[in-house]
C-alpha cells in the first residue's frame, strides 16, 4: 500500500488565538511540510484546488513545482483539479512540466470539486457543470495518448492537428478521478480505466463500498485493467487517542462549522466529532495505533491499493502537524505494510 498526503494548504484562524498565517507564511510551512514527507519516505504529497479566502491554493500545480524542486522521491498529485472550470491542455502541460522536473513524478487528480467557485470567476455556467467535466476529462485523457492533437467539442475551442508540449517524462502520466458519493462517477472512473480515489470525509466507511465494488466491475465489462484504489481521509495523529482529538477538534470545527453554515449543517460537536474518529466511523483520528487498527478495518472493506490523509483541516500548529506526519511515516506506515504482505498469500 502507498501512503500519503493531502492538502488544500488551509489558512484558517487559529482556534486559540483567532490570528491567521500571512499567507506566504503559510506557503513556507507548506514547503516544510511536503520536505518532511519525501525525507520520511511516504509515497505521495497532494494539493487540493479551491479558490476561497480560507484556502491557499488556487493554483497548485505552482505549489507542486515549488516542491518539486525540494523533493527526491515523493510523488506530486493535485487533489483535486476541478477540471470543469480549467483548460485540459494548459492542465496537462502544467503536470507533463513538473513530470520533467521530477523525473517522472507528477499526477493528476481530476474532479468536479466541492465548491463552485471557479466557475463563475472563470465565466462557466453551472448549468452545464456536468457536460463541462465530461467533455474535458475525455479531452485530457486524449493528451496523454497522442501528442497531435485534433479536437471538437461544445465548450472548448477545436484544436485542428496542433502538438502539445512539453511532453511528460513519463509514458503516460497518472490521472486518477476523485469522487464523493456517487455511483456514476464510480462506474465511469473503471470504465475508462482510471485509478480512483474515494473520498470518506462523513458517515461510515460501509456505505463507501458499493463505490469500490462499482469501479472494478466497471472495468472488468469495459475490458480494462484492474484499477488503482485510493481512500482519502480527514483525520491527524498524535501520540495518544487524547492529545490527537485535542488537536485536530478545534480546526476541525472551525472549517466544518464554516461550511455548515453556507449548506444549512448544524455546527460540530465533540460528541459528534468523537464519534466520527471510533474505529467505524470516517475520520482518521488517533494514536498511531488507532490509525493503524482503522487502515487495516478498511482495507478489509476496500482492499485499497493507497491511503491518503488531510491533516490540515483548517489550521493546526504547525509543529504539531509535522509531528503527525513524522508518526505517519515512521510508527503506521511501516506496520500497516508489514501486516499487508504478511497477509499476503505466499
Known amino acids: 500500500m502507498e ?24 506557503l513556507k510551512n507548506l514547503m516544510e511540510e511536503i520536505e518532511l ?9 497532494a494539493i487540493g484546488e479551491h479558490h476561497r479566502e480560507e484556502y491557499v491554493s488556487s493554483s497548485p500545480s505552482t505549489l507542486l513545482a515549488a516542491a518539486a524542486s525540494l523533493t527526491k522521491n515523493i ?22 512540466t513538473i513530470d520533467l522536473l521530477t523525473e517522472g513524478r507528477a499526477e493528476i487528480m481530476v474532479g468536479r470539486g466541492s465548491f463552485i467557485e471557479s466557475f463563475p470567476l472563470f465565466g462557466y455556467d453551472l448549468q452545464n457543470y456536468e ?35 512539453p511532453q511528460p517524462y513519463q509514458d503516460k502520466m497518472p490521472v486518477w478521478r476523485a469522487v464523493g458519493g456517487t455511483p456514476k462517477s464510480a462506474y465511469e472512473a473503471g470504465a475508462m480505466g482510471m485509478p480512483m480515489a474515494i473520498a470518506i470525509i462523513g458517515g461510515q466507511p460501509t456505505q463507501f463500498r458499493q463505490m ?15 484499477p488503482a484504489l485510493s481512500i482519502n481521509s480527514h483525520g491527524f495523529i498524535a501520540e495518544t487517542t487524547q492529545e490527537a482529538a485535542d488537536i485536530a477538534f478545534p480546526a476541525f470545527k472551525t472549517t466544518m462549522d464554516k461550511i455548515g453554515k453556507e449548506r ?19 475520520n482518521v483520528v488517533g494514536s498511531p495505533q488507532d490509525v493503524i487498527d482503522k487502515i487495516m478495518y478498511q482495507h478489509e472493506i476496500f482492499n485499497h491499493d493507497r491511503f ?19 508518526l505517519f511515516a515512521k510508527e503506521v506506515a511501516p506496520v ?11
Open 131 to 165: 457536460e463541462l467535466f465530461s467533455e474535458k476529462l475525455k479531452l485530457l485523457m486524449k493528451l496523454r495518448e497522442e501528442e497531435k492533437i485534433t479536437w471538437q467539442g461544445k465548450y472548448r475551442p477545436s484544436i485542428n492537428n496542433r502538438g502539445v508540449y
Open 37 to 45: 514527507a519525501d525525507k520520511l519516505g511516504l509515497d505521495v504529497y
Open 212 to 226: 469500490a465494488d462499482l469501479h472494478r466491475r466497471a472495468a472488468e465489462e469495459h475490458n480494462q485493467p484492474k
Open 264 to 282: 444549512g449543517w448544524p455546527p460540530m460537536s465533540r460528541q459528534q466529532f468523537d464519534a466520527s474518529i471510533t474505529l467505524k466511523g470516517a
Open 75 to 96: 510523488r506530486l498529485s493535485s487533489a483535486v483539479t476541478v477540471l470543469g472550470s480549467e483548460d485540459p491542455v494548459r492542465v496537462f502541460q502544467q503536470f507533463s
Open 308 to 326: 491518503l490523509l488531510q491533516m490540515s483541516v483548517g489550521s493546526v500548529p504547525h509543529e504539531k502537524l509535522l509531528r503527525s506526519i513524522e
Open 336 to 346: 500497516v505494510r508489514k501486516k499487508l504482505n504478511q497477509a499476503s498469500p505466499a
Open 3 to 26: 501512503f500519503g498526503i493531502y492538502t488544500f494548504v488551509e489558512n484558517t484562524p487559529d482556534a486559540e488565538s483567532g490570528k491567521t498565517l500571512h499567507p506566504s507564511q503559510r
